[in-house]
Nanobody, 116 residues
C-alpha cells in the first residue's frame, strides 16, 4: 500500500520559515511527479509547487521567490522550503503524487499557521 506522510507544519510568525517534508513508502518514488497543494478555510485547494521526475520545478505566482520545492529520490522525500511566510499562507498543506494511468495519491495534510 502506497503512503505519503507529511511533517514539518506548525505555528510561525510572519517573516519566518518552515520546511515541510513528505515521504513516500510502498512504491517507486522516482516514477512520480510530486507536488504540494494547500487549502485555506473556506477556499478551494490550490497548487503551490510541483517538481517533475527530472527535477524541474514550477510554482504558483503567489509563492515565487519565497517557497522552494525539491526532491530526494534516495530518501523518497519531497520538501517544501517556505520562507518569508505571510498570514495569507495559512492553510493545510497537502503532498500529492502523480503517475500516468494511476489515481493521484494524497497525504493527510499538515497545518501551517502564520501569525501577524
Amino acid at each position: 500500500q502506497v503512503q505519503l506522510v507529511e511533517s514539518g507544519g506548525g505555528l510561525v510568525q510572519a517573516g519566518g520559515s518552515l520546511r515541510l517534508s513528505c515521504t513516500m513508502s510502498g512504491s517507486d518514488f522516482s516514477a512520480y511527479i510530486m507536488g504540494w497543494y494547500r487549502q485555506a478555510p473556506g477556499k478551494q485547494r490550490e497548487l503551490v509547487a510541483v517538481v517533475s521526475r527530472g527535477g524541474t520545478t514550477t510554482s504558483a505566482d503567489s509563492v515565487k521567490g519565497r517557497f522552494t520545492i525539491s526532491r530526494d529520490n534516495v530518501k523518497n522525500t519531497v520538501y517544501l522550503q517556505t520562507n518569508s511566510l505571510k498570514p495569507e499562507d495559512t492553510a493545510v498543506y497537502y503532498c500529492n503524487a502523480k503517475r500516468p494511468n494511476t489515481p493521484d495519491l494524497w497525504g493527510q495534510g499538515t497545518q501551517v499557521t502564520v501569525s501577524s
